[in-house]
C-alpha cells in the first residue's frame, strides 16, 4: 500500500494560482540545480541539460525510450533544443515495480524546469500502466517549447502487475489520482523555489489513463489548477459504460468472428467498437484486449477468477473463470462500489478540452469520450468542456506509421488543442472542429 500522503486545504488553496502566464524570461545561473528541495521525495537526482526535449534526453539518458516507443508518430515535429534543469526522484512507496535508476520503487517522478519560462506548469500522469518518462514525445516536448515547466509522475504502481498494489480492490487506481495531486503540490513548491515566484498557471494533460486523471483532478482538485487537456481519457463509472462493458464482449466474438461469422462481427460493433475500425481489430485482439480485460479486472474484480492472478491469458468462452465471460453487470455490489470509488461523474470545475479519436479500437469513443460529455452536459458543466472528436484518430498514434492511408495521428491536434486552452485562458474560447490537416498539421474548421 502507499504511503499516506497529507494534504491540507490551506496548501491546497495557497498553490491554487489562477493568473496568467508572464512572458517568457531567460532565468539565470540554472546551473544551481542542486539546491533544489522536492518536498516529501526520498530520493531526488538534479542535472543541467543542453536540452529538456527527446531530442537531447534520449541521447543524456534523462529519458527512457520504451517509456514513449508507440505513442506516437514519426513525423510529429521535433522541437528546437530547450536547456534547463531536469529533478528525477520518487516519493515515499511500498511498491517497486519502477527499476528505473536502481531505485526499485514505485512514484517516481520527473519534473523539467526550463531556462526561458512563460509562468506555467503542466503536470501529467501515464498513460497504461507506463512510467513517468511515457509523456516525454506525446506532451512535453511541445510544452517545453512553449516556456513551460512539466511534471510527470508513474502514477505510484507499473507494469501489468499493476494491480498487486494495495489491500483493496480499487486502491492502485485511486492511488494513481493520489499521486497526480502529491506531484502537483510538490511540482510548485519547486517551480517557486527555481524562479522565484509559485507558477501562474498550472495546466494537466494526459493521454489514455493519463486523460482520466486530468478529468478526475478537475472534478475533484480543482484548486489546483487553471484547466487541462484530455486525449481520449479512460471513462469509468460504476454502472457503466467501462471497460468491462465492452472489452469481454470483444474478446468472446472475435475469434468468431476472425473465421467469418456475421454474428460475431455484430455483436463486436454493438459493443461499440467503430464500423470501419475492423483493421485494427487483429493488432488489438493479440496485444490489448485480453491483457487489459484481464488485469483490470483483477485490480477491481479480484474473486472472479478465484485463486488465478489476472485470469487466464485469450482462454475460449466457455472456459471456467474465464473473463471472455465477465459479465460486469451481474457481479456483485462489492464490485461495483470498488469501481465507484475512482468513477467520473462529469462535475468539471475548471475548462477541459477533450480529443479522442473516431477509430479508437481499445477505448471505443461510442462507449467514452462521447459518454462522458454527455456526462459534463448533464451537470451542467457544458461552458467548461469542448468536445473534438478526431476523424480517423486510433488509440495510439504508432499505428498511424503502418496505416497512413486509412489513420490520422492526434498528436497534431493535440498540440492544437494546448494551445486553443491557453487562448481560452487569455479569453478566447475554442470555436469550431478540429481537423488533421497533413501527419504534422491540425487545425481548425468551421466557426
Known amino acids: 500500500m502507499f504511503a499516506r500522503i497529507a494534504l491540507t486545504l490551506v496548501g491546497l488553496v495557497c498553490l491554487a494560482l489562477t493568473a496568467a502566464p508572464a512572458a517568457a524570461t531567460e532565468h539565470s545561473g540554472h546551473c544551481a540545480a542542486d539546491r533544489l528541495h522536492v518536498p516529501g521525495a526520498q530520493r531526488r537526482l538534479a542535472a543541467c541539460l543542453d536540452d529538456l526535449t527527446t531530442t537531447g534526453t534520449a541521447v543524456t539518458g534523462h529519458t527512457v525510450v520504451a517509456d514513449w516507443t508507440g505513442l506516437t508518430s514519426a513525423g510529429l515535429p521535433r522541437p528546437s533544443a530547450v536547456p534547463g534543469v531536469q529533478v528525477d526522484g520518487h516519493f515515499a512507496d511500498t511498491s517497486s515495480a519502477n527499476t528505473h535508476h536502481g531505485w526499485n520503487s514505485d512514484a517516481q517522478f520527473v519534473l523539467r524546469l526550463p531556462d526561458r519560462w512563460n509562468g506555467g506548469l503542466v503536470v501529467s500522469g501515464a498513460p497504461g500502466v507506463r512510467r513517468q518518462y511515457a509523456n516525454d514525445r506525446a506532451i512535453a516536448d511541445h510544452v517545453l517549447a512553449a516556456g513551460y515547466a512539466f511534471a510527470a509522475t508513474d502514477k505510484g504502481n507499473t507494469g501489468v502487475g499493476f494491480h498487486t498494489d494495495g489491500r483493496r480492490p480499487g486502491d492502485a487506481v485511486v492511488e494513481w489520482n493520489t499521486r497526480v495531486t502529491q506531484l502537483t503540490i510538490a511540482a510548485k513548491a ?62 468472446r466474438h472475435y475469434p468468431a468472428y476472425a473465421a467469418g461469422d456475421p454474428a460475431a462481427h455484430q455483436a463486436i460493433l454493438d459493443a461499440g467498437f467503430a464500423p470501419g475500425s475492423e483493421f485494427l481489430w487483429p493488432f488489438h485482439h493479440q496485444v490489448y484486449w485480453d491483457l487489459t ?20 491469458p485469450f482462454c475460449a468462452t466457455g472456459t471456467p473463470n474465464c473473463d471472455a465471460d465477465y459479465d460486469y453487470a451481474a457481479r456483485p455490489k462489492s464490485v461495483h462500489r470498488a469501481v465507484e470509488r475512482i468513477s467520473l461523474t462529469g462535475r468539471i470545475h475548471k475548462p477541459l478540452i477533450t480529443l479522442h479519436g473516431t477509430l479508437d479500437a481499445l477505448l471505443p469513443i461510442s462507449r467514452t469520450s462521447d459518454v462522458y460529455a454527455d456526462l459534463v452536459t448533464t451537470q451542467d458543466r457544458g461552458a467548461l468542456h469542448r468536445y473534438y472528436r478526431i476523424d480517423g484518430g486510433t488509440h495510439v498514434d504508432g499505428l498511424y506509421d503502418v496505416y497512413p492511408d486509412r489513420l490520422r495521428p492526434l498528436g497534431p491536434c493535440f498540440r492544437t488543442a494546448f494551445d486553443a486552452m491557453e487562448s481560452w485562458l487569455d479569453g478566447t474560447p475554442p470555436t469550431g472542429t478540429l481537423v488533421p490537416i497533413s501527419a504534422s498539421t491540425c487545425g481548425y474548421s468551421g466557426s
Do not use: C, K
Request: hydrophobic share 35%.
Open 190 to 251: 519547486v517551480v517557486t523555489q527555481h524562479y522565484r515566484r509559485p507558477p501562474a498557471r498550472t495546466l494537466m494533460a494526459g493521454l489514455s489513463n493519463g486523460g482520466y486523471l486530468v478529468r478526475w483532478q478537475l472534478e475533484n482538485r480543482p484548486g489546483l489548477y487553471d484547466g487541462g487537456v484530455d486525449w481520449e481519457g479512460t471513462l469509468w463509472t460504476d454502472e457503466g459504460p467501462n471497460l468491462f462493458t465492452s472489452l469481454p464482449a470483444a474478446i
Open 293 to 312: 480485460q484481464r488485469v483490470y479486472r483483477e485490480e477491481f474484480d479480484p474473486a472472479f477468477d478465484g485463486d488465478l492472478q489476472a485470469g487466464i
